[in-house]
């Protein structure tokens, strides 16, 4: 059986709603104006994001820092002094707000919020180092300043006393139009960026400021930052918000996450929905994958950290890459962020000696990399440059001596010009000067003459070679990496990413709007706070044009005796009731009946043992008997984070026993179906095992579609549905659901 879920979609849409078709940087719109514009899927859940003007954010025109100090020894005075340094650097004119001074390192000091209306410039963004915000979010409202930064802890991540306070406070920015940064933030987003530094640059957003420290040192190893947005407990200013805008600005080549917990899951979608549209690839590190990681995020932000499963499938759906180490956030935000898009996928190692090779190739051919062996006329080449005893077909050992001399480039250039290869990785495990100082030039130069990555392992504990320090960081041409198992990750996440943005189509474009004729057949079938029966639920599944056996419900052994004739024997009988789920373990199902008298005895035994059990009976379904094909389950549960999911995998006990299934958050189209099978452990089955014939995946994957649309139309009325066993028959036979379970809300 599916777990039933009970929690609810978290619906904090407020003023984030905006119709399909918008501009970026919308007009925010409340929900019943969305409502009316049409930007809502059939279940009443918005279609796209409205993205704040958060330019007015990071680049305001003037500050205001509240609580501003100069108080040697002060924490106040020291966060006022950093906040003065930004402004300048952003080239902002910052105004200190304090009741008792009348100056702040030697700026004017207004006495209040209301002192600000007096300037002659609009405020853009209110900086609060007081301990209780709330009433100055009220007075910020007052003065129509748009954005405000909380640093204050206390809130929700303090506990049942702390989230009430939090509630608090984000109740009071609604009213107030203020969109606020925190609170149990910090200074991260007012960090010094290097200017210095070309190319596309990392955005980055956490939740934990400390967590996003080793991202800012790739400065140091000449990777671009532009922003980093320390979003804290979320009360307004979510995650989402930042991921939509850095998506749509133009300097950004990627943006790396460092998520907790998310605060809805839908707005999480619908924003790395809108970076999938711009080709900005997303890579994150989602904390929760264990029930102690989940604790501890908890006890951190105060968010849900969602089914870790749920919370998987959903960013694959929309390409967001998921990482688990802040070394693996650096380097594959790095290389997403600076690589060109691949030729070819094939990937060529190559290395001074073979067992480095050989090791590389395994980490990566395990991770799912296609290593091509090179054509015989290109390993001919080779072995121009190469002794003839060396392995060149993939990966390429040249013995070592080739790459202190004029061979070295050679051989590089001829690998990178084989078409089936688009990545040459050259894993250097330690520095053997003057070969490894002469290789890694190479490697450079040729990286400049080629539109193909060139991938380098520096394996040196020391990293303080000049051929390192100077020669592979100084290019922003080479991918350079300290571990065979980061630049493995981030080369899958480079051929993912491209794979999935060449062929990416919004689901949120084609999520209907509309309700279909079969919702208005299941409407009067749902029973609100009950648990369907067995019939009932096969009646919502036929409205939907779920196949199931021919049978008929029946009130008394007569009954089931004429039933049994067009029914066709064998037949298989079992009781039917609400709030009934394992009829197996009662004893309420019998199988392969054949006559008249085994359905009569049947009938009497049911309801004996249904007495007994004091189950609440509808009647005796008298079944249609079938025995082939590979049994399958598809359901509905509801997470508290994303909402209705949809489930696939083995039925019958194996999806208990085995726990082999894939989930996916709707809507999904048909290549999000398939690729749901393709996830199953036991998907040989469906294709035939020990001489079985392959089964109907075309009518599984239609189930699985139909069932997706029960989610969306019937949104949180359908708390739960579990089809188990669905049984997937021969090639053009179809799928049957043989049992099925639904709960109403």
Not at 79 to 104: D, F, M
Not at 200 to 227: K, N, V
Not at 383 to 409: C, E, F, S
Not at 552 to 572: E, F, I, M, N
Request: hydrophobic share 45%; glycine share 10%.
């Amino acid at each position: 059986m599916l777990g039933s879920t009970h929690g609810t979609l978290t619906t904090d849409f407020r003023a984030r709603v905006v119709a399909c078709g918008e501009e970026p940087h919308a007009s925010v719109v409340s929900l019943p104006t969305a409502t009316r514009q049409g930007g809502l899927d059939v279940s009443g859940r918005p279609l796209q994001l409205a993205v704040p003007d958060l330019d007015r954010f990071f680049r305001p025109r003037s500050v205001a820092v509240v609580g501003a100090s100069d108080a040697e020894g002060r924490p106040n005075a020291g966060i006022t002094r950093q906040l003065i340094a930004w402004a300048e650097r952003v080239g902002a004119r910052l105004h200190p707000v304090h009741p008792a001074r009348q100056t702040v390192f030697g700026l004017p000091c207004v006495a209040s919020v209301a002192g600000l209306a007096g300037l002659d410039e609009p405020v853009d963004l209110a900086v609060l180092l007081v301990a209780d915000p709330l009433p100055v979010v009220e007075e910020l409202g007052e003065a129509k300043i748009p954005f405000a930064v909380a640093f204050a802890s206390g809130f929700a991540e303090t506990g049942e006393a702390g989230a009430v306070a939090q509630a608090r406070l984000a109740a009071a920015v609604e009213r107030s139009g203020v969109r606020l940064l925190g609170p149990n933030t910090n200074l991260n987003a007012f960090e010094r960026f290097r200017d210095d530094l070309e190319g596309p640059a990392i955005a980055l957003i956490t939740q934990s400021g400390h967590q996003g420290r080793p991202l800012h040192t790739l400065q140091e190893l000449g990777i671009r930052l532009s922003h980093w947005a320390p979003t804290g407990n979320e009360a307004d200013l979510e995650t989402a918000d930042f991921l939509a805008y850095f998506a749509q600005r133009p300097e950004v080549g990627a943006i790396a996450c460092y998520v907790e917990g998310l605060k809805d899951g839908r707005a999480f979608l619908l924003a790395a929905d809108r970076a999938a549209r711009a080709g900005v690839p997303v890579v994150a590190v989602k904390v929760g994958r264990t029930e102690a990681g989940a604790e501890a995020a908890a006890s951190h932000t105060g968010k849900l950290t969602g089914a870790d499963q749920v919370v998987d499938a959903a960013m694959r759906q929309f390409g967001v890459v998921r990482v688990d180490g802040l070394d693996e956030l650096q380097d594959t935000a790095a290389l997403l962020a600076r690589a060109r898009p691949p030729q070819a996928e094939g990937v060529a190692v190559y290395s001074i000696s073979g067992g480095t090779g050989a090791h590389f190739a395994d980490l990566a051919t395990a991770a799912g990399l296609t290593l091509p062996a090179l054509s015989t006329a290109k390993q001919d080449e080779l072995h121009t440059w190469i002794p003839d005893y060396l392995n060149v077909a993939n990966p390429i050992d040249n013995g070592g001596h080739p790459v202190g001399d004029w061979r070295g480039r050679k051989i590089i250039d001829a690998i990178l010009a084989d078409p089936s290869v688009g990545v040459l990785v050259c894993p250097i495990t330690g520095p053997f000067p003057p070969m490894s100082d002469r290789l890694a030039q190479d490697l450079v130069d040729a990286a400049e003459a080629t539109d193909k990555l060139v991938c380098v392992v520096w394996g040196s504990p020391v990293g303080t070679e000049d051929a390192y320090r100077t020669t592979l960081l100084g290019s922003s041409r080479v991918a350079t990496f300290r571990t065979f198992a980061n630049c493995v990750t981030a080369v899958k996440a480079y051929l993912d990413h491209h794979r999935f943005a060449s062929g990416y189509r919004s689901p949120f474009d084609e999520a209907p709007r509309t309700p279909s004729p079969s919702f208005r057949k299941a409407r009067g079938l749902m029973r609100p706070g009950r648990q369907l029966s067995e019939h009932a639920a096969k009646q919502l599944l036929r409205a939907y044009g779920i196949r199931v056996p021919r049978e008929q419900l029946v009130t008394s052994a007569a009954g089931a005796v004429r039933a049994a004739g067009p029914v066709g024997y064998p037949v298989v009988m079992k009781a039917s009731g609400p709030h009934l789920a394992h009829k197996t373990e009662l004893g309420l199902v019998k199988v392969g009946l054949t006559s008249a008298s085994q359905v009569r005895d049947a009938y009497r035994e049911l309801t004996d043992i249904a007495r007994f059990e004091s189950v609440d009976l509808d009647g005796i379904l008298v079944c249609q008997m079938i025995d082939r094909g590979v049994e399958m389950m598809v359901g509905v549960t509801h997470d508290p984070l994303f909402g209705p999911t949809v489930t696939v995998g083995l039925g019958g006990v194996l999806v208990e026993v085995l726990h082999d299934t894939a989930v996916r958050v709707p809507p999904f189209g048909e290549k999000e179906a398939r690729d749901m099978l393709g996830e199953l452990r036991g998907r040989a089955l469906l294709a035939g095992v020990r001489g079985g014939a392959p089964v109907d995946v075309d009518a599984l994957v239609e189930v699985v579609l139909r069932v997706q649309r029960m989610a969306l139309e019937l949104g949180d009325d359908l708390t739960e549905l579990d089809i188990n066993p669905l049984v997937v028959l021969g090639r053009g036979q179809g799928a049957v659901a043989l049992d099925a379970l639904a709960v109403c809300r």
